[in-house]
């Protein structure tokens, strides 16, 4: 399809536009990768389809893409498993990858299947196993290891947490509504 320049009057192509679209976002992102430009352009080489094949500048900037993700967040997704890694991890991954030459990928799987062996495992919330027993510990501590916790007065509006224990000990009409409402 030949469109016409509005401002110099010249004819183009829209795959031509695209394209070159294409190649400047191709070059904005190869500017992030700084040092390791040359790591990342190889590892995308591996999504090519046959030994000599080439990859197309539209599959190239959609891995890109994924690969600047990686490096901007160090968490991802493999086989319904949520991990973090860091830089260095990612970078020995895919330098790993280029070095056994393979090719045809169609996905980040292999490059997952090897960082998932070094990463962190992390739960619903993004939280690693020392993480959440850390949190729990801080929130037993905190609330004296009986839930939730029960408020007294300090005076001008403020409040101070105390342990169950504490409150039914001060406050025994608690423990009798407590005693009613499980009766119930």
Known sequence: ???????????????????????????????????????VYEYSECFRQSEFGNVSLTKRLRILKHTARLLEIFTFRYKGKQY?????????????ICNMQKWGFMNHGYLFAILSKSGERLSAE???????????????????????????????GGKEDIGLDEALEKHPELKDALNKFGKE
């Open 1 to 39: 399809m030949q469109l016409i320049c509005p401002k110099c009057g010249s004819r183009f192509d829209l795959e031509q536009a695209v394209s070159e679209l294409e190649q400047a976002e191709t070059h904005d992102i190869a500017a992030k990768f700084g040092v390791h430009w040359r790591l």
């Open 84 to 96: 973090r890694t860091s830089k260095p991890e990612i970078i020995g991954a895919m330098t790993d």
């Open 126 to 156: 993004g939280l690693t196993a020392d993480e959440e027993a850390e949190r729990e510990t801080r929130r037993r501590q905190g609330y004296g290891g009986q839930g939730r916790p029960v408020h007294r007065s300090l005076g001008e």
